[in-house]
């Protein structure tokens, strides 16, 4: 079996700042991680693979600096890296970045063998759209089995895979044919810890480089800033209220009681609507 | 959604682009809406939704337009008549029995079909499991640009969509537009429009479409279905008054005082997103950017510092009120009330004071 | 247990072990790198001055790619009493040179870039690998490491330790003493994040300049100590130490200290508007010559901090850092070409090379200098900073009163603050200690 996982490297968005002026991100000292999400994909490619055998190739589409993600990866016990990395990738949208990584995993099937399962995270922190991964199922035709909780079985030799999706007021369970393409839902599981053999296999392995061309990406007019049919027009720093909050300042009166008065002050009709609540109660 | 949306694009890049919308695109006209619903309800998510492309109708002088799919029968039936009470000019309607439970590929290929028809120039759909997972195949295909996750949906002077969505965690928005691909698509979050109201109307024009699809054509299948029947679940989106603790609170112990305050209120209470990862609240309680978005009117955070990606979360509530004994606590920037206190001391003499103060209420309740 | 025996293992991707891993590698030497952190430089404290005399001897050109934030081209002192400074400025145009000799460098980055150097010359770097303890045979000698990883024991010949003040692992093992309370210093350290024009306008600078002040007086509560703030690219970095045996006994918090020292009517101006982002705090050995613990023995050497090899008088510890580092790793590739076992009688030549270096010649002019500051803490960091400052502001008001009494009044303050003995033997052990 060969499952590969897409994982991209992202800013660690609780250390993101804004420029005051210019209202661009100052990445100084911004470290980078593996999308926080991405790691559940990997956790759940990695049991996978331990209990039915086979291999785990993780993809990511980034800078060469995206290769440091990629090594860490290989730590938790992933078999093989692949960075998709060429200039003419900058400024992809998610229709084109599903387009480049949908090529890579064709390639990755011609090279390594052709892919069982493709996991992606649910989303992104920094894109945050969950829609790479959709785009990557419609694009190789693979049944497309989004917000996966967890996967309940895999029957390799009837070519088949059962899992939990959440859908908004509960859980399916879904019965569908390999190959597929899984986007894995948070808080699942943890991920591993490699082991000392694992670590240092990682720190050795050579991450598999590939431009464009490489990929065998013949029309790089679907790449990129060029492949993108959104654009983004303006980018702007969330309006700060212009008003801090109103101080509660007990002075004598308890404490409770003060802030109470001060809460049903600012909305009188509230103090109705929670007796009705509270009724409820 | 631009990988780096941060960067200001330069002046000769995509961001100064001109609308040079081909020709073939130029038929796209009309808002649609697609009405999700899942087992037998409509997510109220589409309503706000109609909500929403009203004005961007309305703006554009076309008109607005739901698109339900669903198995033939009461459900979807309501669903259509429903639809027009929002506000609907029209409705397209793809009912067949395989559209029963939720799945990727006859809904996409429903939503894909009725669009290549009918031409919507501009096309929503909530940011929910089902809207997304629709909207990223449905795009996909039509090699459309789609713009998740929006707070903020406008038409400019020329008539485009301007969709505008957080980005990085919430720390910055951004303005997105499709400028020469049809149909515009966005998704957006529940809660974040404010829910219309409803106008009793009779049913008006409805178009219905074939699916051109059987069970047998369809890869996947759903064995079953576990619905959170859970009573513990939260209902924490559709709160009208949420109560939230946070690490100011010191222990799981202490939390017990938010459950008590919500009890007293008749609220949902909530946490920040460390109280998940330390397993004192369980997940669907978390609020914020990885968490709910919630919109009550009133929200009570206590020991709670306000991060951004908090913030994000409950910015939509009416009243926010904070508890912290830090008087810089960022979340004093958003709170229209806030009070320097140490939480664990106040919470209990206030559920006390609002039992007291509600109390008339209480008791007409156990005298009935 | 790993099959694979490296020649040495670094613990540590700080200064010193980045400096005597890069060192070893590049001579060909197997080396395995052990760093608990993230990636190397994620537990360091943020925002630090660099001298590249020392880097310049491990990483020639590291100018080219090495992420620098500003040269230093001005050095303030400021000597402060709660209202005021009285300010000593150095700036000069020299220091535009085409090498500078001073940078502000932002440590998560910079160590990133140090290790990748490390990493290029070939030694194996594991980050998130927290060594537990030293694996010794009976008599003592150390064969190697146990990490916190699975199947995480890893035998060398030599093993570098490079871990920083705190030294639990030497400590541990019995190789040598933790450092006593009155030898370190708990200093906190704030990031603050501002546009680099607004930053270059603050301070006067052009391109990227940078200005280093140095701070000493009633900020730290007449206790050892003092504050600085650095400026980076996009950044002030601020921060304050002081002994931890001086906290222990005033009950002040360090956090404290950096929050009055912030709001110094001084420092308001330079950080305001700003953002901050980082908060770390770290402990600085400053014990000096006569701290420093038995440097080698069978199968180990010590380097960096965590052989208190930190030049408090001069706020300098990387450089120290990075030079023993890069001695260690000559002497232990000496020792290696003449395939000679690493016993403690042969590693005694990274002692000897220390010697003779300016490390341990700097450590020795100042012994004294740590002892006289803690047993005089009060009048250095409280009495004589009030007083230069009163008599400073005696000297430019102008109010009327004639010269000759401001004068006499000063001299008068002085005195009855400290008796005359007193204050001409702080100045007689001040210039012994600094000689
Ligand atoms: C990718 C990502 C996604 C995230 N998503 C979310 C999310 O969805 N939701 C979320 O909440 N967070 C999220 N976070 C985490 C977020 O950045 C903050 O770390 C988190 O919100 C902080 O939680 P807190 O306010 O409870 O804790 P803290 O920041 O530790 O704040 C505790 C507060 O309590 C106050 N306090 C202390 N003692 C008392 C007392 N006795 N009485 C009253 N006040 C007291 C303190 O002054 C302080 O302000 C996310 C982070 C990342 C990186
Ligand atoms: C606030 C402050 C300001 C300073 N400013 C300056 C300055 O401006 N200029 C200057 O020259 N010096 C300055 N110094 C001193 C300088 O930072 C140190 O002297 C220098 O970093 C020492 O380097 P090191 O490699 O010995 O230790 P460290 O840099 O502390 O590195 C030790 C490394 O070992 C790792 N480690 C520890 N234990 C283990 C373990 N068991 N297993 C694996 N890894 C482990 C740690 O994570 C760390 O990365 C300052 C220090 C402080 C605290
Ligand atoms: N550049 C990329 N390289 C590899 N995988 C990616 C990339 N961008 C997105 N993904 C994958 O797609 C998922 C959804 O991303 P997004 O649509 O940006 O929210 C992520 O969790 C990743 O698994």
């Excluded at chain 1, 559940?40 to 440091?68: H, Q, Y």
């Excluded at chain 1, 200039?87 to 229709?95: H, K, P, Q, V, Y």
């Excluded at chain 2, 969709?163 to 049809?182: K, Q």
């Excluded at chain 2, 079953?224 to 799981?252: C, E, H, Q, T």
Aim: aromatic fraction near 6%.
């Amino acid at each position: 079996m060969h499952i590969v996982v897409c994982i991209k490297q992202v800013p660690d968005s609780a250390q993101i700042r804004v420029h005051p002026v210019t209202n661009t991100i100052m990445r100084q000292g911004v470290p980078t991680i593996i999308n926080p999400y991405d790691l559940f994909a990997i956790e759940e490619a990695l049991r996978l693979r331990d209990k039915f055998g086979g291999e785990v190739t993780i993809l990511t589409m980034g800078p060469p600096m995206a290769s440091d993600s990629l090594r860490k990866a290989l730590t938790f016990g992933a078999d093989r890296a692949v960075l998709l990395t060429d200039r003419f990738f900058a400024g992809s949208d998610t229709l084109a970045t599903s387009f480049a990584l949908s090529s890579a995993i064709t390639k990755i099937g011609e090279v390594f063998g052709a892919a069982d399962i493709v996991f992606t995270g649910k989303q992104t922190i920094d894109g945050d759209t969950a829609q790479v991964g959709p785009g990557i199922a419609k694009r190789l035709g693979l049944t497309q089995l989004t917000y996966v909780a967890k996967v309940a079985d895999l029957d390799l030799a009837g070519r088949s895979i059962e899992v939990h999706r959440r859908a908004e007021g509960g859980v399916q369970v879904l019965k569908s044919p390999l190959p597929c393409l899984i986007t894995m839902l948070e808080g699942t599981n943890e991920i591993r810890r490699g082991s000392m053999m694992d670590a240092l296999r990682a720190a050795r392995a050579e991450v598999v480089t590939w431009s464009a061309k490489d990929a065998g990406i013949p029309d790089v007019t679907k790449c990129g800033l060029r492949g993108s049919p959104t654009v983004v027009k303006r980018v702007f720093a969330p309006t700060p209220r212009a008003e801090k909050a109103q101080f509660v300042d007990p002075a004598g009166e308890p404490p409770a009681d003060a802030l109470i008065n001060a809460i049903f002050k600012r909305a009188p009709k509230l103090e109705a609507e929670l007796a009705e609540l509270s009724r409820g109660y | 959604m631009a990988e780096n949306p941060a960067t200001p694009a330069p002046a000769n890049s995509r961001a100064a682009a001109k609308k040079d919308l081909p020709e073939h695109f130029k038929a796209y006209k009309h808002v649609w809406v697609f009405i999700e619903q899942e087992r037998g309800h409509v997510h109220p998510v589409s309503f706000e939704l109609m909500g929403a492309g009203r004005r961007l109708a309305d703006k554009l002088g076309v008109e607005l337009a739901g698109v339900v799919l669903g198995a033939p029968g009461e459900a979807t039936d309501h669903a259509v008549a429903e639809t027009f009470c929002y506000g609907a000019d029209l409705v397209y309607v793809v009912s067949d029995p395989v559209l029963e439970n939720y799945r990727n590929e006859p809904y996409s290929k429903a939503l894909t079909d009725v669009v290549n028809t009918y031409k919507p120039e501009i096309l929503l759909l909530g940011a929910t499991t089902l809207g997304r997972d629709l909207a990223g195949s449905v795009a996909t295909t039509l090699l459309t640009g789609l713009t998740a996750d929006c707070t903020e949906l406008e038409v400019d002077a020329d008539g485009s969509l301007a969709a505008t969505r957080p980005t990085f965690g919430g720390s910055l928005l951004c303005t997105i537009y499709t400028l020469n691909f049809r149909p515009q698509m966005a998704t957006v979050r529940p809660r974040v429009m404010p829910m219309p109201d409803r106008v009793e109307k009779p049913i008006g024009k409805i178009v219905t479409h074939p699916l051109g699809m059987v069970e047998d054509d369809i890869v996947t299948k759903v064995l079953s279905y576990i619905p959170d029947r859970d009573s513990a679940k939260s209902n924490l989106a559709f709160a009208d008054v949420v109560v939230a603790g946070g690490l100011g609170l010191g222990s799981p112990e202490n939390y017990q005082l938010i459950k008590q305050l919500a009890g007293v209120l008749g609220a949902e209470y909530g946490c920040s997103r460390p109280l998940v990862q330390k397993g004192w609240v369980s997940a669907d309680r978390q609020i914020g950017q990885t968490g709910k978005t919630i919109r009550p009117k009133l929200y009570i955070a206590a020991g709670i510092s306000g991060a951004i990606q908090h913030r994000v979360g409950v910015e939509g509530a009416d009243l926010i009120v904070a508890i912290n004994t830090d008087k810089n606590a960022p979340i004093f920037d958003f709170a229209h009330v806030g009070i320097v206190a140490d939480a664990i001391r106040l919470l209990p003499p206030l559920t006390e004071a609002f039992r007291k103060r509600l109390s008339p209420h209480i008791s007409d309740k156990l005298a009935s | 247990m790993i099959e694979e025996k490296f020649d040495a293992i670094v613990i540590g991707a700080g200064m010193a072990g980045n400096a005597a891993a890069l060192t070893m590698a590049k001579r060909g030497l197997k080396v395995l790198q052990l760093e608990r952190g993230e990636y190397p430089g994620s537990k360091n404290v943020q925002g630090a001055i660099l001298y590249a005399d020392m880097l310049e001897k491990i990483v020639p050109d590291f100018r080219e790619e090495a992420p620098l934030e500003r040269h230093i081209v001005e050095q303030r002192f400021w000597m402060m009493n709660d209202s005021s400074h009285v300010g000593l400025q150095y700036r000069s145009d020299d220091f535009n040179e085409e090498k500078p000799n001073r940078y502000t460098i932002v440590r998560a980055q910079f160590d990133k870039w140090f290790s990748k150097e490390v990493q290029k010359a070939g030694a194996v770097v594991l980050c998130e690998t927290t060594v537990i303890e030293l694996v010794q045979d009976p008599q003592g000698k150390v064969l190697g490491v146990r990490t916190d990883r699975k199947g995480g024991e890893v035998h060398a010949d030599v093993v570098v330790l490079a871990e920083g003040v705190n030294g639990l692992l030497g400590s541990r093992a019995g190789l040598r003493e933790r450092p006593a309370p009155e030898n370190v210093a708990l200093a906190v350290k704030e990031m603050h994040f501002l546009p680099r024009e607004t930053i270059e306008a603050r301070f006067n600078l052009n391109g990227d300049e940078g200005v280093v002040i140095e701070a000493a007086g009633t900020i730290s509560k007449g206790m050892t100590g003092v504050g600085f703030i650095y400026t980076n690219k996009e950044s002030i970095s601020i921060g304050l130490g002081c002994l931890v045996s001086d906290l222990k006994k005033s009950g002040q918090t360090p956090y404290g200290l950096l929050e009055a020292f912030k709001r110094h009517p001084s420092v308001v101006p330079l950080l305001e508007g700003s953002e901050v982002k980082e908060y770390a705090a770290h402990l600085i050995p400053e014990g000096g010559y006569n701290a420093i613990p038995q440097l080698y023995g069978d199968g180990w050497v010590v380097v960096g901090d965590a052989a208190q090899l930190n030049n408090a008088v001069h706020r300098e510890g990387s450089n120290l850092a990075m030079t023993s580092g890069r001695i260690a790793g000559e002497a232990i590739f000496q020792i290696k070409s003449r395939k000679d076992p690493f016993t403690a009688e042969n590693l005694k030549l990274y002692k000897k090379m220390l010697d003779d270096s300016f490390v341990i010649k700097d450590l020795k002019k100042y012994k004294d200098m740590p002892a006289l500051l803690h047993t005089s803490s009060k009048n250095f960091f409280l009495t004589y900073p009030e007083l230069i400052a009163k008599a400073m502001q005696t000297y430019v008001r102008v109010d009327g009163v004639p010269k000759i009494d401001k004068e006499k009044a000063t001299v008068k303050s002085f005195k009855s603050a400290r008796s005359l003995a007193g204050l001409v033997g702080d100045a007689f052990r001040f210039a012994r200690a600094w000689r």
